[in-house]
């Protein structure tokens, strides 16, 4: 099976439904294929983080076949991450020590309505770096960017700040990262939320904080 931890199966919230329903409520546009994308980056993250499940000889991951150039340029994007990690040692560390696909569950968790109303939900999240030892993690994205400006882009329109906040605020951490790995060039960029005061981290809060909201009224 795709998802053999059923992670996808469980009823607690999470930041793709929130997704989904951002999807629902403000339909726009959907640029290239979103399955295609969904597919590709489900390969570079086992590639990456979870490499029992990649069957090299067939070119799958579990039961789903890749074409020969989709596989060799997610193991290029791979091999350009590894060496990225030559020469950053925080990188190194992530990819040396990281827990992967770490699942993480907040039971009634609280939210907070135009910072007066306050309602719960159980959320849930799976990250694809976690470090016990220093309490937070980060997430692996590929991307069409081709430079760092348009990655820094690609952050607020994809809503990946909506993510990271989202993931903060699950596990309590404090800080947070971003590698993504470019489809275009094998370029690496990088993005690190150093504290709760920092853009990202607020901006992605109130994504999150309008979404939740409203799925709340859905539920009750």
Not at 58 to 71: C, E, N, Q, R, T
Not at 142 to 167: L, V
Not at 204 to 209: A, F, L, Q, S, V
């Amino acid at each position: 099976m795709s998802n053999p931890d059923l992670y996808f199966q469980r009823h607690e919230v999470s930041n793709s439904d929130l997704t989904e329903l951002k999807n629902n409520l403000y339909p726009c546009f959907q640029y290239g294929d979103k399955e295609k994308a969904f597919k590709f980056g489900t390969l570079v993250d086992a590639l990456v983080t979870e490499n029992e499940r990649v069957r090299y000889d067939k070119l799958m991951v579990d039961d789903v076949a890749y074409s020969v150039d989709d596989f060799e340029l997610g193991l290029a994007m791979r091999d350009a991450l590894r060496k990225e990690a030559r020469k950053d040692a925080f990188l190194a560390m992530v990819l040396d020590t990281s827990d992967t696909q770490k699942f993480m569950v907040n039971k009634h968790q609280e939210f907070k309505y135009a910072g007066v109303f306050k309602y719960h939900l159980d959320t849930r999240c799976k990250w694809d770096w976690w470090l016990h030892q220093y309490g937070f993690g980060g997430d692996l994205k590929t991307t069409f960017a081709e430079s760092q400006a348009q990655f820094n882009e690609a952050i607020d329109y994809f809503d990946w700040d909506r993510s990271r906040a989202w993931y903060m605020d699950i596990a309590g951490s404090q800080r947070d990262f971003i590698y993504a790995v470019s489809k275009k060039n094998c370029k690496i960029f990088k993005h690190f939320i150093t504290d709760r005061n920092h853009p990202t981290y607020l901006k992605g809060k109130e994504k999150y904080e309008d979404l939740a909201f409203k799925w709340w009224q859905l539920m009750v």
